[in-house]
């Protein structure tokens, strides 16, 4: 495709009649490939991968997009198809540009075991982000663009979408935060078909597109979407115009077959027996493309391609200890920490930038300081959590460290779905959830995250730490920063009493090293074992006063890191003692439910009481709405006493 | 309030200078309520609560709308509070009302254990839905219409909204869907102080309210906020104009105090000290009323008010029994038995509509047989998800049965939250997810539900049924219908074996009522249990014929009801023998994971096997994902012969 050359970053101003013919001709031999793999898999959207092929081929030979940029730098331009479900035509056309061997993709569509997944999946090159679920892609092409413009590359991101995904709301969110950050380097290209799968898009959902996305300040293009040369020329403006821009691309559902073309049928169905032979004859391949794949499709799988891991540069500074009598809240802790390391590392050549994403909390979420230190790298989204918690996992994957600081239930349970797809995307996300448990002030049950761990527990890759004052706050902080992977911090919204030693030194002050997993012993005892999630610390260490009034000895132990919980470890402390786990979740899903399923896994007969939330929660301070919920510090005091008078004490 | 009778129902044209002076007066004390509010609990937001009040104030005045109303009928105007965190505000207006007892709300405010939460919640008098979570309300609102004219009520719905919550996508959604079923009877009103917590809505996120607005069909209306004729005359209008409809509604933040108007600070603080007192003195109230109500404030708590149950009138038919040698997807067996109820009540007097809503996967998630049934009742909301959980959660406590089905990453991945709110709101939405687990077809990991165990485990209300066949699907469907509460039924796609009894006739067929909860013993067996959920038990039949050729007889146990979980029952079904469990689920969060939770709190030294989910799955055929996840039925029985092998086989 040499003869393609002067295109490459839209350099030309239009396409020669050769260069058409060779897109025509590529365009055509991967709308055979698309077809062959969805017949071969016997499941896909062929029609759909038909309809958007020249959108496809087209950006490919024009942007600074090349299998070389691709596996090597950020500094490249980025490409979204938020219409994962195309990932036949995807593929296809990646092939005829070199990322991948199409004739692996051909065989192993659709086949357990194979990177080629039935939507377009991170894995495979070529792919920036993995989509399916729809109306998120958009969110990943601003995260790139956000990114790209902070990294100082202010390169270009192509967003290829559905019509029919037109719709969701998340799409409006993310046109509004490409519109006020002033994203010129976004373009959005939408195969404009009208036909979904069950009927035409004004049936279905009926919706203005033009309207809609001039309505949220973006420049709309409409062209023939199977015309390369329009194609090529409204894309070419589009990148130039300064402004966020999208491309209303006309096209025609199942383009290049003639029985698919303009039917739902064919969106999520596969041509078989005659079909296929005539389709591959309406393209001009020939018919043994088929066979050939089918018969190959038993060989060996090819190799999901390695994720590149990315390198963050930051000097993490040194850990700020609030001593014994400091009156701090856990989210100032980590607010201070944050700004700290950003103001050290903004202006340092080489350093990774982090940036600060807020849905209008920031006063509250402590991202003020780190406003102030660093204004151009503050991001207010407003109050768009779905978006933010996209684009997020996709600047992560981009060269940038984003943190995200929201409350429990925006943060993570009204962005589930978005931060479970950052796990599929093995995402470098950074989640500060600065309301979770029963301590987010007296707003009540709505904005009490009682799930959270649970939430992330469901998800293979995500890390959570629950810190246990401002100190391990602060070390956490920093530790999040460069460590790989999808990461969540989260705390209650109090002031805490900062968790001491014996000798009234903070405990997690000097010589203390923040590691993920492991459990703390907070203080040592004899009688009986309390187990506290987070700012529960300071309520079992209460407890414990208690007990020792009652000549019980407890042992206090914190676990910061639930879902890395080593029961091992937790029986080897405990010392053959009664346990009492508490925390202000779930009792039913979170630490407690993590402990009491792998004592039962490994049949270990441990008197035990969990602790936690049983109903949905009061609205008042967080002692008094504690209180109602028994997690007081007497409750927690009466339940170990209880363990230990029924005989709880013997190990069994 | 005599003298306003006949605005009730916007049957005057306009107010005369007496009844303004009454809303004036009205409002003005309400403010002074809110105020005294905040103050008592020292938490909350005035100003928000200040703008809003005239607002409020001519909306109550004017709706069809009353306590009586409230108590008694669905055949009424419904009223939603977007913006909840005015909940103050809201209070003190239902107090001049008579819908509650404001001298409660004055002492009892965000105290814990009072109904009256910080967010506008179910169970005081007057509010409809529970918000508090932003962008959610319109989606409440269209529901209620939706549902008034399912009934032949027609009535109208009044949604009351934040400016700051307007850049929110669901917002989008449930305007396209009003304006697709073209419901004439609501009407938005937005109070539009252009004041959010960190700075002005054009700071924090710009957004084109008429533009949005009108983009999506609304008819939109500007008016002074504060000016009763004006608000009310443009209401009226909005009512009668037969089209959805806004009013983009002109305030000033913090209106009639003074110090707090045109403020961000106060969005989420309360007056303090002298603050107090100037408030009451702009407001033309006595000082007193703080005081009093602050003494007030640890008497005995005032009560929830009772929810009322609703009433479903339903003809649930005959079940359908599938014989042994049908070939039957269980989501086939959900549409027959819906679509038959369906048929059988749709045209009989008394009888409550049922209503069910499609995210364009009728042909799917097998819709299309209620929609030929009952077109008019078959509700194409398009890829909008978020918006439909909200929309069916509203509608089922508003006179109707709303039944929604789609995949279970898009009903309860993606729609989490909602579904928790769904769940705050003790409503009664109906779920039914046709594709959870890794039976989904060949989509891949992005559309594998492996966590909807987990997820409704973390709503205190939610019931759960995985049916195990097509005839326990068609039970299990009738059964929901007139159930009260939020259910989900949960399934996989595939064709699947009828479960039958030795006899070879289907064991759920004549003889078996569908129950919630229990466990269901399919085959009895004396040395090893297997306890599988949903399809996983025809694989947990073939693995005990696989064992019955290595002389171990395995007992069949089927768990449809994870979250109803009587691990005694269970313990009783085992006698003392070990235990597999499997289940396409995330195996540390899902029914195992129960299972041994319970086995961990009782110190039940068990030998058992969890079998599930491990890692994210494979794109392919269900039973390839399946083989490759280790769940196929060679993996339960060599499971459960290492069980046995290991002495598993002796209670401990």
């Known amino acids: ?274 079909e296929i032979a005539q389709a591959l004859g309406e393209l001009g391949e020939p018919e043994s493309l088929y066979a050939e794949a089918k018969n190959r499709r038993f060989e060996a799988l090819p190799q999901e391609v390695l994720f590149l891991e990315e390198k963050v540069e930051l000097d993490l500074g040194q850990p700020i200890t609030y001593e ?63 978006n933010v918690a996209t684009l997020v996992g996709a600047a992560s994957v981009a060269g940038v460290v984003p943190v995200w600081a929201d409350f429990g239930v925006f943060g993570i349970d009204e962005a589930y779905n978005q931060q479970r797809l950052n796990d599929t995307n093995r995402a470098n996300a950074k989640l500060v959830l600065t309301h979770v448990g029963l301590d987010v002030g007296e707003d009540g049950m709505t904005h009490q995250c009682i799930d959270y761990v649970s939430l992330l527990r469901n998800c293979f890759g995500w890390k959570l730490v629950v810190p246990a004052d401002p100190n391990q706050t602060d070390l956490a902080t920093r530790w999040l920063l460069t460590e790989p992977g999808n990461i969540c911090l989260a705390m209650g919204r109090s002031v805490l009493p900062i968790v001491t030693k014996d000798d009234g030194t903070p405990f997690f002050g000097k010589g203390y090293t923040f590691k993920y997993g492991g459990i703390d012993v907070i203080r040592k005892g004899a009688d009986v074992n309390i187990l506290a999630m987070g700012h529960m610390v300071s309520r079992a260490l209460a407890a414990r006063e208690i007990l020792r009034r009652e000549k019980i000895d407890a042992q206090v132990l914190h676990c910061a890191c639930p879902l890395a919980m080593n029961v091992d470890e937790l029986l080897w402390l405990m010392r053959k003692r009664p346990l009492v786990t508490c925390e202000d979740h779930h009792v039913d899903t979170g630490m407690g439910a993590i402990v009491a399923m792998n004592f039962g896994r490994k049949g270990k007969s441990v008197p035990m009481v969990n602790m936690g939330v049983t109903r949905y929660g009061d609205s008042g301070s967080a002692e008094d709405v504690l209180f109602r919920m028994k997690l007081a510090p007497e409750d927690i005091a009466r339940s170990a006493k209880e363990l230990v008078a029924t005989g709880g004490g013997l190990a069994r």
């Open 1 to 274: 495709m040499n003869d393609l050359a002067n295109l490459r970053g839209f350099v030309a101003d239009e396409l020669n009649d050769a260069q058409v013919a060779i897109l025509e001709g590529a365009a055509r031999r991967a709308r055979a490939h698309a077809v062959v793999m969805t017949s071969v898999a016997a499941s896909g959207h062929p029609a759909g991968a038909l309809s958007s092929m020249d959108l496809f081929v087209t950006v490919l030979a024009s942007a600074d997009f090349t299998p070389e940029l691709f596996g090597g730098t950020h500094d490249r331009d980025h490409i979204v198809v938020s219409h994962g479900h195309t990932s036949a035509g995807w593929y296809a056309a990646l092939g005829l540009f070199n990322f991948l061997d199409v004739e692996e993709a051909l065989a192993h569509f659709r086949q357990a075991g194979s990177p080629y997944q039935g939507h377009v999946e991170r894995g495979v090159p070529g792919v920036d982000w993995g989509t399916g679920n729809l109306g998120q892609g958009l969110s990943a092409g601003v995260g790139f663009a956000i990114a790209s413009r902070a990294l100082g590359h202010d390169r270009h991101t192509y967003v290829l979408m559905g019509d029919g995904e037109q719709v969701k709301g998340q799409i409006a969110e993310a046109r509004r935060v490409a519109h006020k950050r002033e994203l010129g380097n976004i373009t959005a290209v939408v195969d404009w078909n009208n036909i979904q799968i069950s009927g035409t898009c004004q049936e279905i959902m009926p919706a203005d597109l033009r309207a809609l996305w001039e309505a949220d300040g973006f420049k709309v293009y409409e062209c023939d979407g199977h015309d390369y040369n329009a194609l090529y020329k409204t894309l070419k403006e589009a990148r130039n115009d300064g402004v966020p821009s999208v491309v209303l691309a006309k096209t025609v559902m199942g383009k290049g077959v003639s029985f698919m073309e303009n039917k739902c049928d064919f969106h999520g169905k596969a041509a078989v027996g005659g």
């Open 324 to 386: 014994a009598d400091a009156r701090k809240d856990n989210r100032g802790a980590f607010g201070a920490a944050l700004a700290d390391v950003a103001g050290k590392n903004k202006d340092v050549a080489g350093r990774t930038p982090i940036l600060a994403f807020d849905c209008d909390l920031a006063g509250s979420v402590k991202l003020d300081a780190f406003a102030r230190v660093a204004p151009e790298r503050f991001i207010q989204a407003g109050i768009q959590e779905h």
